[in-house]
């Protein structure tokens, strides 16, 4: 019998360092400080939060400032626990998440040594790539060429996105961006703060190099302190679904938060996740 681990090379998680608290100094950074600590995952993030206050005070002051106005140039609504503010003042959908795994060229040798399938077919390959994942703390699919195809072009056209992600106190907002062929995933509430250097929560690759065989193979890597396995499924089964562009409904929102951001209506997340049955 073939053993799957010698089709993988060595592979490698990501982790984050404990920070220390915030501390604010002036009444508008309080104001904020103040309702960011309402939202129900703010202790889950602070830690990340005080790091940027730590090392640049001043851009820190900046973005926190940048909030302030928004907030009082938008109407505050609510759902539950979350804050559901119109979301065009939380983020622009066409600026680009450049975290550091963005700027890495992830190739498929440097996990899964090719030379070893060439002989095989779409079916041997796909068995042994997910064979090798499925006991790991690691989400992992082999996509059709032709779906794929699909993915990709709308991942090019619509790149920024969010996805609601259940939670006891109710929903949680993680944007995505898609730069190449990865998609980052990160908590808005830690993009409000890090813009585009927050960090992810999970990481979806996809390694194009055996399309002549007709499939995409993917890989997503999360952070556990942020999300369990359930959870990082949770938000990549959701991605197929708005990317793909087999549901009209979804294609249309996703490209309502890109082209009219004004417009877009968050609770129409939550109404499509609660009817497809992922919650």
């Excluded at 505050?76 to 959908?93: C, E, H, I, M, Y």
């Excluded at 907002?173 to 993009?191: D, E, K, R, W």
Aim: hydrophobic content about 35%; charged content about 25%.
């Amino acid at each position: 019998m073939v053993m799957f681990t010698k089709y993988l090379q060595k592979t490698y998680s990501f982790t984050y360092n404990n920070l220390r608290r915030i501390s604010m100094t002036t009444p508008n950074l309080e104001k904020v400080l103040e309702d960011l600590q309402k939202n129900p995952y703010y202790e889950k993030y602070s830690a990340r939060i005080a790091a940027l206050q730590k090392t640049s005070p001043e851009e820190f002051s900046q973005r926190v400032e940048q909030q302030l106005t928004a907030k009082e140039k938008e109407k505050k609504k609510k759902f539950g626990t979350v804050d559901t503010r119109q979301f065009s003042s939380a983020l622009n959908p066409k600026e680009a998440f450049k975290g550091d795994a963005a700027l890495k060229d992830n190739k498929l040798e440097d996990i899964f040594k090719i030379d070893l399938v060439k002989d095989k077919d779409s079916t041997e390959i796909q068995s042994i790539w997910e064979e090798y994942y499925k006991n790991k703390e690691v989400i992992s699919a082999t996509i059709p060429k032709q779906v794929y195809a699909a993915l990709q072009k709308n991942m090019k056209e619509c790149p920024t996105f969010l996805f609601p992600l259940p939670r006891s106190q109710g929903y949680e907002f993680i944007m995505c961006q898609s730069y190449g062929h990865t998609v980052h995933f990160t908590p808005l509430l830690a993009y409000q703060v890090h813009k585009e250097n927050a960090p992810e929560c999970l990481t979806v690759i996809h390694y194009t190099e055996l399309s002549d065989k007709g499939i995409v193979l993917m890989k997503g890597e999360y952070d556990k302190n942020v999300l369990n396995g359930q959870e990082a499924q949770c938000l990549a089964n959701q991605f197929q679904m708005y990317y793909s562009g087999n549901d009209d409904n979804k294609l249309k929102l996703l490209r309502s938060f890109t082209t009219s951001p004004d417009k877009f209506k968050h609770m129409d997340l939550i109404s499509q996740l609660e009817n497809i049955g992922l919650v």
